[in-house]
């Protein structure tokens, strides 16, 4: 077996050589999520393909946004590739800090990508980044736990209905907490969540002239709404628990709802992993009553090229084997289809294979339902759905989402926040001429 592994790798090398293409070492950032970390573990088979190898540097989530960013803005050339998203991309494209992902093999199929994810990664009708998964945000509960609460959970509840059903369903005795939020600080981890709930409670960032609007009803209603559910239902220290620690939280059984994203569903009905995951059931996220907007964000973790890269060639060759069919194939071989990269490809929903998994239908549905063009009730003059797609945003909803984090961990009030988020967002706002 080694000596074929070893005459693949040669043939390669040397098909790589004559085509003019020599070997190369990538340095790829990335977010430490799960799907990244399989990818990881298979990466042997893209360099028995193309001879090309990887040096990952991996990240949680706030921290990467930090690098990256710092990265590209400083033209330090740490990286051959990087995993961004939807906020960043079409901004960096814009300022030319991005290789276009033009070029790409038929065989690729690049009309194969779902729309919305196609279209979030582009800036001007170019694609910037290809996206490794796709996610909109959607509950996940427990279906044992909503049973013997004595009620049932719509396909689309209201936030009205998770509050009283988080209630009956927490049991401090058995460490069992009835809803489990994310209020970690950082724009894309709280900031994001809160902003979705924001949304659906009639809320919006900025009114038509860009100014701020957490002085107004909606954003008090929702923060208040959502400060008294964690502390009626939620677990102790909410304020710190992004991602992977509600993740964690869930798959031990100690979360009766989560409200986050669907990617995370393949995670809680791993039984390798999963200690409850013969028990979840999915729905759309929530809405406020009367209300006709839901608390669905809609986002991709996707790999992009820098430029001034001196390894574009083989970085799009590691971007194309990453986001193919084929690398889908290659995780339903080894871990099934319940475990593939989800929200990508339109082919993956046509899949027979694919169709049966419980949570399919569900992710698909809240990726359609998420609108970065109308994301708010009232008009805005913004896109994004959990981020207004400025190149401000990052740095402004970072600090706002401190001073939420602050309300989560009982140092001051809603009102206070409130109060510091307008001026903080206002002042910048002003500063870089937007009023």
Request: proline letters at 5%; a negative charge.
């Amino acid at each position: 077996m080694k000596m074929l592994t070893r005459a693949l790798l040669g043939a390669s090398a040397l098909s790589l050589f004559v085509s003019g293409v020599s070997a190369e070492t990538l340095t790829i950032a990335t977010v430490n999520n799960g799907d990244m970390i399989r990818m990881q573990g298979l990466t042997d088979d893209f360099t028995e393909k193309t001879g090309h190898t990887v040096e990952w540097v991996t990240l949680e989530e706030n921290v990467l946004r930090q690098r990256v960013t710092t990265d590209i803005t400083t033209k330090g050339g740490a990286f051959d590739i990087m995993t961004i998203g939807m906020y960043e991309t079409p901004i960096w494209g814009k300022q030319g800090w991005l290789v276009p992902l033009d070029g790409l093999s038929a065989d690729y199929d690049v009309d194969d990508l779902l729309p919305a994810m196609r279209s979030g990664l582009s800036a001007d009708g170019t694609l910037y980044a290809a996206p490794f998964y796709g996610e909109s945000s959607m509950i996940m509960y427990r279906t044992d736990l909503m049973e013997k609460a004595g009620m049932e959970m719509p396909e689309a509840p209201t936030w009205e209905f998770i509050r009283k059903a988080a209630a009956a369903m927490t049991d401090r005795g058995n460490d069992i907490n009835g809803i489990c939020l994310r209020g970690k600080a950082g724009w894309g981890e709280g900031g994001a969540l809160i902003t979705v709930t924001a949304n659906s409670f009639g809320a919006r960032w900025f009114d038509e002239d860009w100014n701020a609007q957490f002085d107004q009803p909606e954003w008090k209603e929702a923060l208040t709404f959502f400060v008294d559910m964690m502390n009626e239902s939620g677990p102790a220290g909410y304020a710190t628990n992004g991602f992977n620690e509600n993740l964690s939280l869930f798959q031990q059984g100690k979360c009766g709802m989560w409200i986050d994203a669907t990617v995370a569903a393949s995670f809680v009905t791993n039984p390798d992993d999963s200690t409850v995951a013969d028990k979840v059931g999915f729905a759309l996220a929530p809405n406020h009553e009367g209300v006709d907007k839901h608390a669905n964000w809609l986002w991709a973790w996707a790999l992009a090229i820098p430029a001034g890269s001196q390894k574009v060639d083989a970085a799009k060759e590691f971007i194309e084997w990453a986001t193919s069919k084929d690398y889908i194939e290659l995780v339903a071989s080894k871990e099934g289809w319940a475990n593939v990269p989800p929200g990508a490809r339109t082919s993956l929903y046509e899949n027979p294979n694919y169709k049966d998994i419980p949570f399919a239908k569900m992710t698909l549905e809240s990726i359609n339902l998420a609108d970065p063009q109308n994301p708010t009730v009232k008009p805005v003059p913004y896109t994004g759905v959990q981020f207004v797609a400025i190149p401000e945003f990052a740095g402004i909803a970072t600090e706002v989402s401190q001073e939420f984090s602050a309300v989560y961990a009982g140092q001051q009030t809603v009102d206070e926040a409130l109060a510091k988020a307008q001026a903080i967002t206002n002042d910048a706002m002003e500063a870089a001429g937007y009023r």
